[in-house]
């Protein structure tokens, strides 16, 4: 069980020498804290502390520019929904040192393959299930309150807006997988306007899920970084000839219209037009560039990671991946 363990850890690369160290930033806490406070004085410690998120938070997450910021903590505070949930997240949440630990290894892995990378300052947030993982100029929020466990019973009330296929998803272990995928996709490599066919998002997607793969620690199982259940992996893997079957003899790979290809890469409880009774897993499209991409680093040792996420043809990544599943 030692050498297992050990193989599992060499996979990784050496990232000690590297100083970082993440502190979550409990906006959460200090908000709170300002209800018992005076308002006025609440308002500038939190703008001094916190300035652009508090902005985007009191004037696009739980307000609008219509309303003072001194407006929008008055209805925080006289809100008992907002004093009951705090008490949750909170008791969820005592302190984040487990989570800090994660996201400075992660974070130190992403420094190894990008030392310029601009490491943001992570804030946590409770705003009624507004936000979960926003990304400003200077910040990645976390939500808190979008992580409080499948079983909260605040979720169970909010069903209408915040279906159960996603909320089974806002449990503590996907914290760090959430935020390292917002950090990937929105900071370090972002959607270009010209990927506009389906492989080329399959294989964006796919790109995403792979540089998760080696930035998360290893115990961080694949369900949780694609937002399955086990089923639903199970069920991937074993249709996965008859998925890339259909995509072929209806010629998606190429389809342009974003209706017909969304179908394959947006949220849901299934995928419509696959599988009997529902069962199908969601977002296949996602599931299958990640395969592609694997494949594609299996056979292509020399391409480094770097090299891989800068590739701009995902024609070629399907070509030199040889991936035909049998």
């Not at 100083?19 to 979550?24: A, E, F, Y």
């Not at 910040?139 to 909260?152: C, E, H, P, R, V």
Request: aromatic content about 12%; glycine content about 6%.
């Amino acid at each position: 069980m030692l050498a297992f363990f050990s193989c599992k850890q060499a996979s990784k690369p050496d990232v000690s020498d590297i100083k970082l160290d993440i502190k979550v930033e409990r906006f959460d806490q200090d908000l709170y804290l300002g209800k018992s406070r005076n308002l006025q004085e609440t308002d500038e410690m939190l703008q001094k502390k916190y300035g652009a998120f508090y902005q985007d938070y009191v004037h696009r997450m739980v307000g609008d520019p219509s309303y003072s910021s001194t407006e929008i903590l008055t209805t925080l505070y006289n809100d008992q929904a907002y004093t009951d949930l705090n008490k949750e997240v909170d008791s969820v949440f005592k302190n984040m040192s487990s989570i800090e630990k994660d996201l400075t290894q992660t974070f130190k892995y992403v420094k190894h393959y990008y030392p310029n990378a601009r490491i943001p300052r992570m804030i946590s947030f409770v705003s009624g299930f507004a936000v979960q993982t926003p990304i400003g100029d200077d910040y990645l929020g976390i939500g808190l309150d979008m992580f409080l466990g499948k079983n909260s019973k605040f979720y169970g009330a909010i069903v209408q807006s915040v279906p159960v296929y996603l909320s089974r998803r806002f449990s503590p272990e996907y914290v760090v997988p959430r935020v390292t995928e917002t950090y990937a996709r929105e900071d370090l490599f972002p959607v270009r306007d010209e990927d506009r066919t389906l492989l080329s998002k399959m294989i964006q997607n796919g790109k995403i899920l792979y540089f998760m793969d080696q930035v998360l620690a290893d115990a961080v199982p694949d369900s949780i970084k694609i937002g399955y259940t086990k089923k639903q992996i199970d069920w991937c893997k074993t249709y996965e000839v008859d998925i890339w079957a259909y995509l072929l003899q209806n010629n998606l790979l190429f389809e342009t219209d974003y209706q017909k290809i969304q179908v394959f890469l947006g949220e849901g409880p299934f995928t419509p037009g696959l599988g009997d009774k529902q069962e199908s897993a969601p977002k296949l499209g996602v599931w299958m560039g990640w395969q592609m991409v694997r494949k594609y680093m299996a056979e292509n040792k020399e391409v480094t990671l770097q090299q891989l996420m800068a590739e701009k043809d995902p024609q070629k990544i399907l070509n030199l991946s040889k991936y035909k599943p049998k």
